[in-house]
């Protein structure tokens, strides 16, 4: 399943200095620091290309394939969405949030989310928390999880090196479906599948693309447990 995997087409403008206020994970607004960097997702205009290096190791496989994705502007459930499209998935992305709406595979709806849900919210900086919740339905695997709960947390400013170079990013951690996937199943007397991810995005401001992912599925996932890292190879054009 290709839910999360397509994320690297997520971008970051250029930076600026200013203040923001946001809810916190405790209910009040929180202030980004006097003088900070702060970034406002978007993303390449409708057509751009880009080529990614997707690794995926399992428990008892490792697969290693370079995917182009071109952005588009496709209908997803009655709503306008942001399209990844590569040949055989299209990631849909919220074009408010640019957080994931769903999937879709041969045409049809493979995974909705709502609201969208994903690492972003506006603006970033580091140091920044932020707390949502949503709801999952997988309609290949035919189960909803109501009242996810996902954090992320904006932990630095950093070099990271990928194939297509070496750039300056935002390096966002974050928890996907929390206590959703536990280890009931291994044990033998249960089984709980869930959608529990710990994942990390270093967003990128030059080619405005998160140029690198390492996705991490936890417990009794339901896709299985492994790691998913993309990194950027050709950037946008």
């Known amino acids: 399943m290709q839910r999360r995997h397509l994320l690297n087409a997520l971008a970051v403008p250029m930076l600026a200095s200013g203040c923001a206020l946001l809810p916190s994970p405790d209910g009040p607004a929180v202030q980004a620091p006097a003088g900070a960097l702060l970034a ?3 993303y390449p205009a409708i057509g751009a290309k880009w080529r990614v290096r997707v690794t995926e190791r399992g428990f008892f496989r490792e697969t290693v394939e370079e995917r182009d994705i071109t952005a588009a502007s496709v209908e997803f459930n009655g709503r306008r969405g942001y ?3 590569t040949p055989v998935t299209t990631t849909v992305l919220d074009p408010a949030s640019f957080n994931t709406m ?3 595979e041969g045409g049809k709806v493979t995974v909705s989310c709502s609201p969208g ?5 506006r603006p970033l ?3 920044k928390v932020s707390d949502a919740t949503y709801s999952l339905t997988d309609f290949s695997y035919g189960q909803t999880w109501n009242g996810a709960r996902s954090r992320s947390r904006v932990t630095a400013f950093e070099d990271v090196t990928v194939p297509a170079g070496t750039f ?3 390096r966002i951690e974050y928890d996907g479906g929390i206590g959703t996937s536990v280890d009931g199943g291994r044990g033998g007397r249960f089984y709980s599948p869930g959608i529990e991810t710990k994942e990390v995005y270093w967003y990128a401001p030059g080619p405005k693309i998160v140029v690198k992912s390492v996705v991490s599925r936890l417990g009794s996932h339901h896709s299985g447990t492994g790691t998913t890292t993309t990194e950027l ?3 946008p054009a």
Do not use: K, T
Not at 117 to 121: A, K, N, Q, T
């Open 125 to 127: 900086w580091v140091g």
């Open 117 to 121: 849900e994903g690492p972003l919210s």
């Open 102 to 104: 769903g999937s879709i």
């Open 40 to 42: 406002d997702p978007s």
């Open 168 to 170: 300056n990013a935002f």
């Open 233 to 235: 190879v050709r950037a």
């Open 83 to 85: 399209g990844l499209v």
